[in-house]
């Protein structure tokens, strides 16, 4: 049996009048990849910045393996939708910065680093400064930066938002691999067919809350659906709510995984945006 290493249960998160997150109990196992899907406005990063811990639930509770999530980051990678680099550091740079704050030794992460970067193609950019670099290449650092502390859980948000085909297929494969290691990796993305590409079980969010959560399989066995998408419709079938605008949406966004990523909690919440 896969041991439980996240547990959340009866979460809920508000922001002000709005109901981000109602009742999510989920419990994530060791040796999977886990896609969330929804829609816009959904409740994706929002759950995602839960587990990561730089969010509290309103109510409820995410543990890891017993403790509380917030007191557990060394045991997380992240890979924002907004990258979060160092534009005047190298990817090497960028990545023993974040591995040192964890308190990893230079050797260790440039090992581990070494290894992921071959196979993402991009180990000859390593002593490349980032503000050069293409989306691609920003979101294969993100990738290496997240990886080079062995976390046991990976949260990836969006990953292949943005790349073009062949980067998109490297990210997916480098997913497969740490899965067949053993890995356990949490894949939000609102693309049906790449969830089922990767995702050994699908958690559906909508209007804040748990559809579904299954294999793909499942998923279409519940709905008496012959493919992943009509499924996907007949579990979501309400109209789902309205997205709220935000004119610093990115910035908020890069702020909350920056603090992630240097290891604070902030004092003030920041409203949904997806």
């Known amino acids: ?141 993100a990738l290496l930066r997240a990886l080079a502390h062995g976390p046991d859980i990976l949260l990836l948000d969006e990953p292949t938002a943005g790349l073009d085909v062949t980067s998109a297929r490297t990210v997916r494969s480098l997913v497969g691999k740490l899965r067949d290691e053993g890995g356990t990796v949490i894949y939000s993305t609102h693309h049906l067919a790449e969830a089922r590409q990767v995702c050994d079980r699908i958690i559906i969010v909508h209007n804040g809350t748990v559809r579904a959560d299954g294999s793909p399989e499942d998923l279409m066995g519940q709905t008496g659906k012959e493919s992943l998408e009509d499924a996907y419709v007949a579990l979501t079938s309400d109209k789902a709510r309205s997205r709220s605008e935000d004119n610093q949406k990115e910035g908020r966004i890069a702020r909350w995984w920056r603090l992630f990523l240097t290891g604070r909690t902030p004092a003030v919440e920041v409203g949904e945006d997806e």
């Open 1 to 141: 049996m896969a041991d439980a290493l996240l547990s959340i249960e009866g979460v809920a998160k508000h922001f002000g009048d709005v109901e981000a997150l109602s009742l999510i109990d989920l419990e994530i196992n060791s040796g999977q990849v886990i896609g969330l899907v929804g829609g816009n406005g959904a409740g994706k990063t929002t759950l995602l910045r839960l587990m990561a811990g730089v969010m509290e639930p309103t109510n409820g509770s995410i543990t890891f393996q017993g403790l509380p999530v917030t007191n557990m980051r060394s045991k997380l990678g992240v890979v924002p939708e907004a990258t979060g680099l160092y534009h005047r550091l190298t990817a090497w740079e960028n990545i023993r910065f974040h591995s040192r704050i964890h308190g990893i030794d230079d050797e260790v992460a440039w090992n581990r680093t070494a290894h992921f970067a071959k196979l993402l193609s991009i180990e000859d950019s390593l002593g490349r400064h980032t503000k050069g670099f293409s989306r691609g290449m920003r979101q294969k650092t």
